[in-house]
């Protein structure tokens, strides 16, 4: 391949595959600790889809407002996470 080619990483988990294109690999951080899962995010848009008007304009990470304002992460099933 010439200069400027893609570059292929054989491994079966994609998670590793970003983890190291963002430059994670070989850290402590494991890949999936990188990521919030979609019942964090769907957890969170919920909320925020019922919220009062002074939350208008804030920013938020899904992890850090499910800890701020108590919230529990329930799976597809209905059922809450552990």
Do not use: K, Q, Y
């Not at 080619?5 to 070989?26: K, S, T, W």
């Amino acid at each position: 391949m010439g200069s400027g080619g893609a570059r292929l990483l054989p491994v079966d988990d994609p998670l590793l595959a970003i983890a190291h294109r963002a430059g994670f690999a070989g850290s402590d951080i494991g890949a999936a600790e990188l990521f919030e899962s979609v019942e964090d995010i769907v957890e969170a848009v919920v909320a925020l889809c019922d919220c009062p008007s002074d939350i208008t304009g804030r920013v938020f990470s899904s992890l850090d407002l499910i800890d701020e304002w108590g919230l529990s992460v329930r799976g597809l099933d209905g059922l809450a996470r552990v």
